[in-house]
Structures are given as structure tokens and as C-alpha cells.
């Protein structure tokens, strides 16, 4: 069992740059492929980010490419997402998992949440 826990959201305007953590407690982080989501109030759970095992593999939701870079430190037991040219659009609470399998968009492939971070993007 792995435990998951998010940090490093906040207020920041449009336009400005914020990086999330998400600090994970298993014995076997380098096992797991790791994903971000997001959830906007009134709105479902969407898929923003992943990176796979192999690190090099990552994969990003079309409304974040080119802006949001995700990535990992295995000898730290953390996934990262850097979040640059922040919209008010991206205001959500993000969520950090963990999965044994290969690595996706889809929410049901992850086994291990974490209880998530706010991020407001004032206008």
C-alpha cells in the first residue's frame, strides 16, 4: 500500500507559474506509473498529467500541453507537476495517484489517490 500526499497549491494570478509535490510513503514508488487530475466545482475528475515507470514516457491532457510538465524523483519517493501560464480555467482541487499498471488518462486504472490540493487562478 502506498500513501499519497499533495502539497505546494495556492492563490496565484494568470499567468504565473506553480509547482505541485505529491510525496509518496510505499517501499515501492519506482514501481508505480503516477498520474495528476483535477476536479473544478460542479464539474467531473479529468485526467491532467502522467509519467510511467520508465520516467521517459509522459502524456498530457490537451488543455495543458505545452504549458505543464510532469516528472519524478524516485530516490525522493515524488511526483511533480509544474504548472507554468496558469488560466483561470485551471482552478481545481489536483489530485496525485499511483498505479501498478502501465500508466493512462483513465481514473479507474489508479489504485492509490491522494487527498488532493487547491489551486485558484485569479483573473
Known amino acids: 500500500q502506498v500513501q499519497l500526499v499533495e502539497s505546494g497549491g495556492g492563490l496565484v494570478q494568470a499567468g504565473g507559474s506553480l509547482r505541485l509535490s505529491c510525496a509518496a510513503s510505499?517501499?515501492?514508488?519506482?514501481?508505480?506509473?503516477m498520474g495528476w487530475f483535477r476536479q473544478a466545482p460542479g464539474k467531473e475528475r479529468e485526467f491532467v498529467a502522467a509519467?510511467?515507470?520508465?520516467?521517459?514516457?509522459?502524456y498530457y491532457a490537451d488543455s495543458v500541453k505545452g504549458r505543464f510538465t510532469i516528472s519524478r524523483d524516485n530516490a525522493k519517493n515524488t511526483v511533480y507537476l509544474q504548472m507554468n501560464s496558469l488560466k483561470p480555467d485551471d482552478t481545481a482541487v489536483y489530485y496525485c495517484?499511483?498505479?501498478?499498471?502501465?500508466?493512462?488518462?483513465?481514473?479507474?486504472?489508479?489504485?492509490?489517490w491522494g487527498q488532493g490540493t487547491q489551486v485558484t487562478v485569479s483573473s
Open positions: 495517484a499511483a498505479t501498478f499498471n502501465y500508466g493512462s488518462r483513465w481514473q479507474g486504472e489508479y489504485e492509490h
Open positions: 510505499g517501499r515501492t514508488f519506482s514501481s508505480y506509473a
Open positions: 509519467i510511467r515507470r520508465s520516467a521517459i514516457s509522459t
